[in-house]
């Protein structure tokens, strides 16, 4: 090869590593195209496809679990910082997402065999009548083999996770599951403790172990992530409208 051959294909490469390709599509996909602002659909068209699990950064309905602590009556008697109707309507919402999409979902609560305890709270438990129900003894969950296997059980490598009180027995096993490998995205205003010190002392402990601070729409967002997944689409509208907007979901979004 003389220069000026070197030369042309050194300028190939180099024009090959700054070319602008379009997204590869899948067999069957549709690229969308723009025309004058309003883009063209094929008839029954479904949305973008979904990532593969272990590629998607955000959460999706085959990669995430959801993980609620210890919502019981007398340990929510001692949350100070959130109003509990406040709490429990977003965790309504946050519950009724996960089971909308059909993620894996376990509650614990703690001290009901041992001592008695009221157990998790009815309302919630209700939502979700397929959810794994782990009783402990332990303050801190992860140190209860029962609830480390059946986290490991949802196979999922995001957990979605809740509980009272965000300083005690939401910290210590949502510290552990990132330790473990997971990748743990906490719902904020679905937690609460005794303080508001208390519940930001709990975050800044998390965070510092590389815990997500997220809010329970988020949640219901990047799960439906496509407005034209025509299969969810409508009961995600709904859930919006009723917890998030304080909406009839009845009346839609004329009202």
């Known amino acids: 090869m003389n220069l000026y051959q070197r030369a042309v294909a050194v300028l190939v490469a180099i024009a090959a590593l700054f070319a602008i390709t379009e997204p590869a599509l899948a067999e069957g996909e549709t690229m969308?195209?723009?025309?004058?602002?309003?883009?063209?659909?094929?008839?029954?068209?479904?949305?973008?496809?979904?990532?593969?699990?272990?590629?998607?950064?955000f959460i999706s309905p085959t990669n995430a679990a959801l993980v609620l602590i210890d919502y019981q009556p007398h340990i929510m008697m001692g949350v100070r910082n959130i109003d509990h109707d406040v709490l429990i309507n977003?965790?309504?919402?946050?519950?009724?997402?996960?089971?909308?999409?059909?993620?894996?979902?376990?509650?614990?609560?703690?001290?009901?065999?041992?001592?008695?305890a009221q157990p998790f709270l009815e309302e919630l438990q209700k939502l979700a009548p397929n959810a794994v129900i782990i009783d402990r003894s332990n303050v801190n969950a992860w140190e209860e083999a029962e609830f480390v296997a059946a986290v490991d059980a949802t196979g999922r490598n995001k957990l979605i996770m809740g509980g009272l009180w965000t300083d005690v027995c939401l910290a210590y096993?949502?510290?552990?599951?990132?330790?473990?490998?997971?990748?743990?995205?906490?719902?904020?205003?679905?937690v609460g403790s005794i303080t508001q010190l208390s519940h930001e002392n709990g975050m800044k402990r998390m965070e510092a172990a590389g815990v997500k601070p997220i809010t329970w729409n988020v949640v219901l967002a990047e799960l439906q992530r496509d407005h034209a997944r025509k299969d969810t689409e409508k009961e995600t509208g709904r859930i919006f409208m009723e917890y998030l907007f304080k909406m009839d979901p009845d009346k839609g979004w004329e009202q």
């Open 90 to 116: 977003n965790t309504t919402g946050l519950v009724k997402s996960a089971v909308h999409f059909g993620l894996p979902i376990i509650f614990s609560h703690v001290g009901v065999g041992l001592s008695g």
């Open 32 to 57: 969308i195209k723009t025309v004058n602002g309003v883009a063209q659909y094929p008839d029954g068209y479904q949305g973008t496809r979904h990532r593969a699990p272990n590629e998607d950064p």
């Open 173 to 190: 096993p949502a510290i552990e599951a990132a330790n473990a490998g997971y990748e743990v995205l906490v719902a904020e205003d679905t």
